[in-house]
């Protein structure tokens, strides 16, 4: 078992910039990928961004965003340390939310996008809030 600790959260005006980080407790775990999901109040939990790890066969450091985030939020890792990053620029009201990390053994090129399948560790989140 790992723990993923996510950091970085917190209140912002809209237009405004945050950093999330998220590390994992445990050297000895290579996730295939790592991605950030957001969950807004009453809302489904999306995926908004993921990497996959830098070595992986053809598609190391690969990358995928929400199409609500593209140009705006840069995704990043650190695979010594199993660590991701989510630079987060431009914010907007409608990007609150409680922001997860996640960690997925096994990931994948399916239909042209990169996912994570099967199980995956989860941290325990960190708020952002943005205000107008």
């Known amino acids: 078992q790992i723990q993923l600790v996510e950091s970085g959260g917190g209140s912002v005006q809209a237009g405004g910039s945050l950093q999330l980080s998220c590390a994992a407790s445990?050297?000895?775990?290579?996730?295939?990928?790592m991605a950030w999901f957001r969950q807004a109040p009453g809302k489904e939990r999306e995926k908004i961004a993921l990497i996959f790890r830098n070595d992986v066969d053809g598609d190391g450091g690969r990358t995928s965003y929400a199409d609500s985030v593209k140009g705006r939020f840069t995704i990043s890792q650190d695979s010594a340390k199993i660590a991701v990053y989510l630079q987060m620029n431009s914010l907007k009201p409608e990007d609150s939310g409680m922001y997860y990390c996640?960690?997925?053994?096994?990931?994948?090129?399916?239909?042209?996008?990169?996912?994570?399948?099967?199980?995956?560790?989860w941290g325990q989140g960190t708020q952002v809030t943005v205000s107008a």
């Open positions: 996640a960690a997925f053994r096994i990931c994948a090129v399916v239909s042209g996008e990169p996912h994570g399948t099967g199980s995956a560790f």
């Open positions: 445990r050297y000895n775990f290579r996730p295939g990928c």
